[in-house]
T-cell receptor, first 113, second 109 residues
Framework: DTGVSQDPRHKITKRGQNVTFRCDPI?????LYWYRQTLGQGPEFLTY????????KSRLLSDRFSAERPKGSFSTLEIQRTEQGDSAMYLC???????????FGPGTRLLVL | GQSLEQPSEVTAVEGAIVQINCTYQ??????LSWYQQHDGGAPTFLSY????GLEETGRFSSFLSRSDSYGYLLLQELQMKDSASYFC??????????FGSGTKLNVKP
């Protein structure tokens, strides 16, 4: 069990650019979540996958955000036309079916200049 | 909508006991979780309550009262390493979790 991994750990980009983040969950975990966290706040739910199916998506998530989990293993989160307000820590978490424990990755810290 | 309230900051001394409260208002409820997050680190799972009552795990205990929409995390025999932020989170179907803004715990020697 190597834990949840995320890549890259840090990303600096210019406003208007597209960015993509990757999450590798713990193997055999079929549940995968994406969150966004800003300083002094709790994780904010973005989207949820059960295997390859995206079953939940936050209404707060604009059309610039899209996520995939094509084979039910790793997942990607893409932000198009980044804005300064997108600067945050993007966290991925996974859990096994029926498990209430979420295992979080180290996060990707995004800074939009 | 969903809302969770927890104190923003708590300070206690080493060896003491501290209780962090969480009240919630949700359109549906299945369970209450607690997570710990050290500065610069990822959240780590502490406990989950789906039924009323107290769950004990070592120095940490978590309580839930569904009728009062209230829960708390109890930390005993505080250690310096317990200095961190603590988040309560609610879920109604495990497809989505709502986190509170967090309570920053400062443990002083």
């Amino acid at each position: 069990d190597t834990g949840v991994s995320q890549d890259p750990r840090h990303k600096i980009t210019k406003r208007g650019q597209n960015v993509t983040f990757r999450c590798d969950p713990i193997s055999e975990h079929n549940r995968l979540y994406w969150y966004r966290q800003t300083l002094g706040q709790g994780p904010e739910f973005l989207t949820y996958f059960q295997n390859e199916a995206q079953l939940e998506k936050s209404r707060l998530l604009s059309d610039r955000f899209s996520a995939e989990r094509p084979k039910g293993s790793f997942s990607t989160l893409e932000i198009q036309r980044t804005e300064q307000g997108d600067s945050a820590m993007y966290l991925c978490a996974s859990s096994p079916q029926g498990g209430e424990t979420q295992y979080f990755g180290p996060g990707t810290r995004l800074l939009v200049l | 909508g969903q809302s969770l309230e927890q104190p923003s900051e708590v300070t206690a001394v080493e060896g003491a006991i501290v209780q962090i409260n969480c009240t919630y208002q949700t359109s549906g409820f299945y369970g209450l979780s607690w997570y710990q997050q050290h500065d610069g680190g990822a959240p780590t799972f502490l406990s989950y309550n789906a039924l009323d009552g107290l769950e004990e795990t070592g120095r940490f205990s978590s309580f839930l009262s569904r009728s009062d929409s209230y829960g708390y995390l109890l930390l005993q025999e505080l250690q310096m390493k317990d200095s961190a932020s603590y988040f309560c989170a609610v879920t109604y179907n495990f497809n989505k979790f709502y986190f509170g803004s967090g309570t920053k715990l400062n443990v002083k020697p």
